[in-house]
């Protein structure tokens, strides 16, 4: 027989390379990892180099440690901004040919990047003239300095004769979602959008954070001759609760709505974007709530539609509250309903708990307990699943139940209620452990603090709040204590509304349809 004996060699081999974020701008670095993998027999006997080369020209250089035979290590880059247009990266592992191989024709990879042309924004410097073909996306980039204040972007058009149209969306951070997927429905935190029939767009952020704002245009058909300006500290627009009455309370009974209103309001400072129903009525019964009317205009921020009524008479089901609507863009809602039995609304007013119980159910019109799994923040349900260790997972709640005295808690932060029907269960701060918190499913008469653990829940799932608004609140001592001291309860359980709910777009088109 022949045997033919094969030195052990190395192998270096340049995997896929991926460059992130896929659509990068012109105004963007760019991260490009790729995976090295040694194939060979043998470890290299030296460090070796990789190389990033952007259209065949040397950007960075790496050193990397010798590779294990069978092992991979991942090398990555961070270059850039890169001029606008199509550009071919290229990594090359052992460039200067270092390290002997068993193979050398697999140290190369290629991938092309496609750089999305991006211009600066600035104050007191319109952009004019701007204009584009149909389908086409245009990109800018807006930097603000200071903290705390609002901004507001506007495209104007003065061709008022022929059918443009040009909508405006802008987000904090980085550009509106993937170019061409789905980025007229991103949601994120600082994101709004102008969407009117035409190219003339106002887009306007309140409260607005120090940083990058991305400004993406999107021709519906095409367009030019449009201005787009920035300014910014414009005149804050507040968040605005819109109640209706489908049946007339009496007159100490809406006074006490309009207090929990302004309550609310002054907890959630700042406005949202508009939904207009206009064009895409909202048919009447919609969520299958039977009372709910038909709607056809617009909705600035949310609309909460009140109906008190006979239902079972004194000591049985007090009310049940929820949204039905609610925004694609923020899964924040946009219309919601409260309804209220009559006899038990006139004895929480002779107790004077209306106002508080009122409050309740608006927190859950708002979101509280009601958004927690739209927007996952809501570990280990306990519907289907009595007693498990239900909690929200949202860190600014975490950290307020913390400072409210939760740090030795030794369960899921923080903690939900877990015994019950849904209802009550999964919607409600857990009640042996918070006890007087208002949004437990059990309110103590005369002692209901909306405390900045509920305040902070809003702020998880997406909106902008005051947390100084907040009532003080502690934890209890000991559950024991707390069950002592306690007086009168008023049960709310059950209260949230279990049924369809609504998502729309930024045109109040019905996307899709869920049930809870």
Request: net charge negative; aromatic share 6%; glycine share 10%.
């Amino acid at each position: 027989f022949t045997a033919t004996a094969m030195v052990p060699m190395p192998d270096l081999v340049a995997g896929d390379l991926s460059v992130s974020p896929a659509s990068p701008t012109s105004m963007q670095t760019v991260t490009v990892t790729v995976p090295v993998t040694n194939s060979g027999t043998a470890t290299p006997g030296t460090s070796f180099s990789v190389q990033l080369l952007v259209d065949g020209v040397e950007v960075a250089t790496q050193t990397v440690a010798p590779i294990e035979p069978a092992t991979s290590a991942d090398v990555t880059f961070s270059a850039g901004p890169f001029v606008a247009g199509e550009r071919a990266f290229s990594i090359v592992v052992d460039a200067n040919g270092a390290i002997g191989e068993s193979d050398e024709s697999n140290n190369t990879a290629e991938q092309s990047v496609d750089i999305l042309a991006q211009t600066t924004l600035e104050l007191g410097s319109p952009i004019t003239g701007i204009g584009a073909d149909s389908s086409s996306v245009l990109l800018f980039a807006f930097e603000l300095t200071a903290e705390g204040g609002s901004i507001e972007f506007t495209l104007v058009d003065g061709n008022v004769i022929e059918p443009e149209d040009a909508d405006i969306y802008v987000k904090y951070g980085s550009v509106p979602q993937e170019i061409g997927v789905d980025y007229l429905n991103e949601p994120s935190l600082g994101t709004c959008s102008g969407t009117t029939p035409d190219t003339n767009e106002t887009c306007r952020i309140n409260g607005a954070l120090p940083g990058t704002y991305h400004i993406l245009i999107h021709a519906w058909r095409t367009f030019s001759g449009v201005t787009l300006s920035v300014v910014t500290d414009p005149v804050v627009q507040p968040f605005d609760i819109d109640l209706v009455f489908t049946t007339e309370p009496t007159s100490s009974q809406r006074d006490a709505f309009e207090t929990a209103v302004a309550r609310w309001e002054s907890i959630i400072p700042f406005d949202m974007t508009d939904i207009s129903f206009e064009n895409q009525n909202q048919d009447a019964g919609a969520c299958g709530v039977e009372w709910l009317p038909a709607i056809s205009d617009n909705v600035d921020d949310i609309r909460i539609y009140v109906r008190v009524d006979s239902i079972d008479g004194s000591g049985g089901v007090l009310g049940r509250a929820s949204f039905c609507t609610y925004r694609r863009s923020t899964n924040l809602p946009v219309i919601g309903f409260m309804e209220f039995d009559d006899a038990d609304l006139a004895q929480l007013q002779l107790a004077g708990s209306l106002t508080s119980v009122i409050l309740h159910e608006m927190g859950h019109v708002l979101g509280v307990g009601t958004a927690w799994l739209l927007t996952e923040l809501l570990s280990n349900p306990s519907t289907g699943n009595p007693g498990a260790d239900t909690h929200f997972v949202g860190p600014l709640a975490v950290a307020a139940f913390d400072a409210a005295g939760g740090t030795g808690y030794s369960g899921g932060k923080v903690p939900v209620e877990n015994d019950g029907e849904a209802g009550r269960a999964d919607g409600h701060w857990r009640e042996s452990v918070l006890r007087t918190e208002l949004m437990t499913p059990e309110l103590d008469v005369g002692t209901e603090p909306l405390s900045a653990i509920s305040v902070q829940s809003l702020a998880d799932v997406g909106y902008r709040v005051d947390v100084t608004k907040a009532d003080a609140y502690a934890l209890p001592i000991s559950s024991a204590a707390a069950v002592r001291g306690r007086g009168p309860v008023i049960d709310l359980s059950n209260d949230i509304w279990i049924g369809t709910i609504l998502e729309v777009d930024a045109q109040g088109r019905l996307v899709r349809t869920i049930r809870r």
